[in-house]
Nanobody, 123 residues
Framework: QVQLVESGGGVVQAGESLRLSCTLS????????MGWFRQAPGKEREFVGS?????????MYADSVKGRFTITRDYIKSEMYLHMGSLKAEDTGLYLC???????????????WGQGTQVTVSP
């Protein structure tokens, strides 16, 4: 079984930066990918970005965050990070960490999910 725990959320002002962390425990996922999604109240879960978990690094990002957000990983610490810069009010939402067999912008293809950490960006 795989457990994912997010941390680092909070309330920030527009233009500021924030770093989220996702800690992985349980079964080894050497051939999996890790991803970030977000969900605002009343809206569908939205893909933010993803990264391969081991080996050669490959990342994907939603158009809405390209150039502002960066995903990195620390395989030794079993952690993934979402570095968010130039935050906007529309970035507000519950940010969830996911693990799955491949990178995908569809939430239905991911197997494991964390509980999420709330990010609120005030205008």
């Amino acid at each position: 079984q795989v457990q994912l725990v997010e941390s680092g959320g909070g309330v920030v002002q527009a233009g500021e930066s924030l770093r989220l962390s996702c800690t992985l425990s349980g079964r080894a996922l050497s051939r999996h990918a890790m991803g970030w999604f977000r969900q605002a109240p009343g809206k569908e879960r939205e893909f933010v970005g993803s990264i391969t978990w081991a080996g050669l690094t490959s990342t994907m990002y939603a158009d809405s965050v390209k150039g502002r957000f960066t995903i990195t990983r620390d395989y030794i610490k079993s952690e993934m990070y979402l570095h968010m810069g130039s935050l906007k009010a529309e970035d507000t939402g519950l940010y969830l960490c996911a693990a799955g067999r491949k990178q995908s912008n569809s939430p239905t293809t991911w197997q494991y999910w964390g509980q999420g950490t709330q990010v609120t960006v005030s205008p």
